[in-house]
């Protein structure tokens, strides 16, 4: 019964964000020919009567709305949204050329923030309490506060205008004169050293909130003063009993702070120009980009439920009275 109400919240929550996908994008002011004339006869590009409406018919955005959602139906169950209005390319190609940029940044993040994050919440809890630990956490709690973009500007002027360590912008220096893949791996290092540093910084404090106020409280309990008292030493203590016990709601954390990152790469790969699917998203957006909106958009949801399945599932084997639970409502 448990199981079958959760698959059923995830199908609701698919269906609710399949249908904001299609309708989301459309509530926008303006669309793909306002945007590609910048806005009317005077803007950028300009396009007679016949080549405007040549573009709607070639793009299918003369059609019905009705008509519109059908072939965007379609285009969900084939995973064929057609062509980018803005790359005149598949968006599958588009996207599948893009992500292993975000991936990576995304993924260096994820390791790092959680590395240095439960470290650092683990010790400052063990410190609780001290100056060490009202230290910490007043520097992680002002870290919080600073939005991504405003970490990745100081370091983008900080270190790629002013002393020149890191590139300013992209994923790669082009044309790069070498046959060493040694150097171009390096080259790729150096371009996602600064957004992938940011992505860090904006998801470290939270993971160090939780794993501090995990720990203290596990610290608190009656078998860690028993373990004390039977001679065990502190690092045994911390990690075996302290770590190990709050490590189940950081379960959550860390799969939704993954997700985050995600999100967050749109504002991070802006800064940087970094040829993501972040970057790629806030250009669907400005273009109106309805194809190429509506596959980022599912890609992303899909990621999200994905990892919060892959949570559930998890669960029950970090923590025994949730596999009773379920088994128990399985039963019933």
Do not use: C
């Amino acid at each position: 019964m448990l199981k079958n109400n959760k698959y059923g919240s995830y199908l609701l929550v698919l269906v609710f964000v399949l249908l904001l996908n299609f309708w989301l994008p459309r509530l926008l002011p303006g669309g793909p020919v306002e945007y590609i004339t910048g806005g009317g006869e005077e803007g950028v590009v300009f396009l007679t009567e016949a080549q405007k409406a040549a573009m709607l018919e070639y793009y299918h955005l003369d059609d019905s709305v009705g008509q519109q959602f059908i072939k965007y139906l379609k285009g969900i169950f084939t995973l064929d949204f057609g062509l980018s209005i803005n790359y005149k390319a598949p968006v599958n190609s588009i996207i599948i050329e893009r992500l292993p940029w975000t991936l990576f940044i995304v993924g260096v993040a994820s390791i790092f923030s959680i590395i240095i994050g439960l470290l650092a919440g683990l010790y400052s809890a063990w410190r609780y309490p001290g100056k060490t630990d009202r230290g910490l956490f007043l520097s992680m709690l002002s870290l919080s506060t600073i939005p991504e973009f405003v970490i990745g500007m100081f370091f983008l002027v900080s270190m790629a205008v002013k002393l020149k360590w890191f590139p300013l912008s992209g994923a790669k220096t082009a044309f790069l004169r070498s046959d060493l893949w040694m150097d171009h791996a390096t080259d790729i290092a150096r371009h996602a050293v600064l957004p992938a540093f940011t992505l860090t910084l904006g998801s470290l404090a939270g993971m160090y909130l939780l794993m501090r106020n995990e720990a203290i409280r596990v610290r608190n309990e009656p078998y860690v003063e028993f373990a004390s008292a039977k001679g065990i030493g502190s690092q045994g203590i911390v990690f075996k009993h302290i770590a190990r016990n709050a490590a189940l709601p950081l379960v959550t954390m860390i799969i939704i702070r993954m997700g985050a990152l995600m999100a967050g790469s749109i504002l991070v790969e802006s800064v940087f120009a970094y040829p993501g699917v972040g970057k790629l998203l806030q250009e669907a957006i400005l273009g109106r980009d309805y194809p190429l909106l509506h596959g980022l958009f599912l890609m992303m949801t899909l990621f999200v439920l994905l990892l919060n399945f892959i949570a559930d599932m998890i669960y029950p084997y970090l923590d025994p009275r949730i596999r009773t639970a379920v088994k128990r409502g399985a039963q019933g």
